[in-house]
C-alpha cells in the first residue's frame, strides 16, 4: 500500500486506523472519508473527503483523483443496530462493499474487508471455530459479511483484484465509542468502572465472545495488506482474536484494579440472542500461519491499559 483511500473513517476502527496508517504512509498518502465532516485527527490530520459508500461515481472519482493503490472498506452498521433496520443495514453493508469493490476493480487498487465473527452462526461450531467451517448467520448483519467475504474471493478469483480480509473479533477501544454492537459492552464496561465504579450489564454471566484491544487489530490490518500475497491460502476473512471472556471474566479482571468495582446484569434479549449465536472462541492458526498474526494485549494487560486512558479522558472532559 502506498496511497489509501479510508471509508467510514469516523467509525470506531477508522479515527484510530487513520491516523496510524497516516503516521505509517505519511498524512498525504491517506484519504479519510465518511458520510459527515467531524472536528478533529481524521478529518483535520490529512486529506479528507466526503463520502457516502453507495455512491459509486463519487466514490470512483475519489480513487482516481487521489491515485489510491489500496481501499480499506471499514463503512458499515453494526449488528444490534441492525437488527432494527435490516433493509438499510443490508444495502449499506453489503450493497455499499459491493460498491466500493466494483469502484477498486475499475482502478486495480487492493482492497481490505473487515469482516466479523458474525459471520458465523448457531451452527458453527463454538469452540476454537475452524477456519473453514459452516457460515449460515442469523443476523442481517452477518448475512451482509459472509457475503462480503464470498465477494472479496470472487473479485480476487475473476478479476485478480487484491483482496484480503479479517475476521474482527469485539474490539475494545478508548478514541471513539463503538456504536450499536453487541460486544459494545465489553467498552462500555471500562467507561463505567472508572467513572462510577459498577456496570450493568446486558449480556449474561456464561457468555463468551471473542475480543481484541484496537492496538492489535491496527497493526493486524497492516501485516495483512502488507504480507507476502504468495503465502496468502485464505486471503479474505482470516479468523483473529487475541482474548475470549464472559463479563464475569472481564469485571474480575477490572477488580484487579479496581477491588471495588461490581458488576450486575439487566440482559438485553435482543443482544444476548445475537452474542449466543456467534463463537465463544476462534481457532487462528490460519492467520499465524500465513501472515504471522501475533496479537500482543491479553485481557489483563488491555485492562489496565483501558482503565488508565479512560480515567485520562474523564479528567480532561
Ligand atoms: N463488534 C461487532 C458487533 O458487535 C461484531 O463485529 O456488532
Known amino acids: 500500500m502506498k496511497r489509501i483511500i479510508v471509508t467510514g473513517s469516523n467509525g470506531q476502527i477508522g479515527v484510530e486506523l487513520v491516523p496510524y496508517l497516516r503516521e505509517i504512509y505519511g498524512a498525504e498518502n491517506v484519504l479519510a472519508t465518511a458520510r459527515r465532516k467531524v472536528p478533529g ?24 483523483n487521489f491515485k489510491a493503490d489500496a481501499v480499506v472498506h471499514l463503512a458499515g452498521i453494526l449488528s444490534a443496530r441492525g437488527e432494527a433496520c435490516p433493509q438499510e443495514s443490508w444495502d449499506i453493508n453489503a450493497g455499499g462493499c459491493f460498491t466500493a469493490l466494483e469502484c477498486a476493480r475499475e482502478h486495480g487498487t487492493a482492497f481490505f474487508f473487515p469482516s466479523s465473527i458474525a459471520a458465523f452462526g448457531p451452527s458453527t461450531p463454538a469452540d476454537n471455530t475452524p477456519q473453514d467451517t459452516i457460515q449460515r448467520p442469523t443476523t442481517i448483519y452477518g448475512v451482509a459479511k459472509v457475503t462480503g467475504e464470498l465477494l472479496c474471493d470472487y473479485y ?44 450493568t450489564s ?8 471473542d475480543m481484541m484491544y484496537m492496538p492489535d487489530a491496527l497493526e493486524s490490518v497492516v501485516q495483512l495488506m502488507e504480507a507476502d500475497p504468495s503465502r496468502l491460502v ?9 482474548m475470549s471472556f464472559d463479563p464475569d471474566q472481564i469485571a474480575a479482571s477490572i477488580k484487579k484494579v479496581i477491588p471495588s468495582f461490581e ?55
Open 41 to 64: 485527527t481524521v478529518s483535520e490530520g490529512g486529506p479528507f473527503e466526503l463520502l457516502e459508500v453507495r455512491d459509486g461515481k463519487t466514490f470512483s472519482e475519489l480513487i482516481g
Open 156 to 199: 480476487h478469483l475473476k478479476f485478480g483484484l487484491d483482496t484480503r480480509g479479517l475476521r474482527f473479533p469485539g474490539l475494545i477501544s478508548y478514541e471513539a465509542m463503538p456504536g450499536g454492537g453487541t460486544t459494545d459492552y465489553a467498552v462500555h464496561i471500562y467507561y463505567e468502572a472508572a467513572s462510577k465504579g459498577k456496570y
Open 202 to 209: 446486558y449480556i449474561a454471566p456464561g457468555t463468551q465472545m
Open 234 to 242: 485464505h486471503r479474505n476473512a482470516y479468523n483473529i482474536s487475541a
Open 263 to 317: 458488576i450486575s446484569y439487566d440482559v438485553d434479549p435482543v443482544r444476548q440472542g445475537i452474542a449466543e449465536s456467534w463463537p465463544n472462541s476462534l481457532d487462528c492458526s490460519a492467520a499465524k500461519a500465513e501472515w504471522g498474526f501475533a496479537p500482543k494485549y491479553d485481557l489483563d494487560v488491555m485492562t489496565v491499559d483501558m482503565l488508565e486512558r479512560v480515567k485520562g479522558k474523564n479528567r480532561n472532559s
